[in-house]
């Protein structure tokens, strides 16, 4: 038994390194500042695939998948249906930490990449981050409904996005990413994944972060509002009398 753990171990280290290559990521921007006028910005993701003596000629291209995953929610997805006459909500399934906003690019068609188990297994894209099992109780194929429903509601607002060309190769081993921030963008962390692919297997992942935060005025009232809580209520209270009292002198009828 010995005498076998030992070959193993010298077949191990006879073999060297395995081949991997390096990947690097970098953003235009650590924060992302919202004022009143805010409608929306964009951050540019870099990357460069590093290769080692054993990666050099590695035979073909290169794929990458960026995903975007603003701040969590816990929502509840309703279905209508027909009661006679009327149209009522009749089922519901509720969903956790559910990010409010949610982007895939790549630099093809994720269908192209890798094959629905990979997918699966990766959570490549806004199908498979939805069916993934923790992402709601699994009741089988009656949550279909709802996990599509999801991803429609989410895609007409404007805050999740899947995009088949959304990565770009400059050079073979050099690429960018265009990362949209809707104008309802939630204020919080945003962590951005990013995987490099060949022949369908998964060669390298890097994480990214950048953050949404209030600026201007906004900023200003919300760092108050939290530092002097009591203060703030108070203000808040005393405007309201205020505002109640002036609408009375002004519509008082004599």
Do not use: C, H
């Not at 291209?61 to 995903?67: E, G």
């Not at 009661?83 to 192209?112: C, D, H, M, Y």
């Not at 900023?219 to 808040?236: D, K, M, N, P, W």
């Amino acid at each position: 038994m010995r005498a076998v753990a030992l070959a193993l171990l010298a077949a191990a280290l006879g073999a060297g390194p395995a081949a991997a290559e390096r990947l690097i990521v970098s953003l235009s921007a650590n924060e992302v500042a919202i004022g009143s006028n805010y409608t929306g910005a964009q951050l540019v993701l870099f990357g460069v695939i590093e290769r080692d003596g054993q990666t050099a000629d590695r035979p073909g291209d290169y794929d990458v998948v960026v995903t975007l995953r603003g701040p969590r929610e816990n929502l509840t997805v309703r279905r209508k249906e027909a009661l006679g006459p009327v149209w009522i909500n009749r089922s519901q399934q509720k969903f956790v930490a559910v990010p409010t906003v949610l982007g895939v690019f790549s630099s093809r068609r994720l269908e192209e990449i890798a094959s629905e188990p990979v997918r699966a297994r990766l959570r490549l894209g806004l199908e498979a981050i939805v069916q993934a099992p923790e992402f709601t109780y699994d009741r089988g194929r009656q949550d279909d409904p709802f996990r599509a429903g999801l991803i429609r509601l989410k895609m007409r607002d404007g805050l999740w996005a899947q995009t088949g060309r959304g990565v770009v190769f400059v050079t073979r081993d050099f690429f960018r990413a265009t990362l949209p921030i809707p104008g309802t963008a939630s204020i919080g962390n945003y962590d951005v994944e990013v995987l490099v692919m060949a022949e369908g297997t998964l060669i390298s992942r890097r994480n990214a972060s950048f953050e949404v935060v209030k600026a201007g005025f906004e900023e200003q009232i919300t760092a108050f509002a939290q530092e002097r809580s009591l203060v703030y209520g108070l203000l808040i209270g005393t405007m309201s009398l205020a505002f109640g009292w002036f609408a009375t002198v002004i519509f008082r009828r004599d």
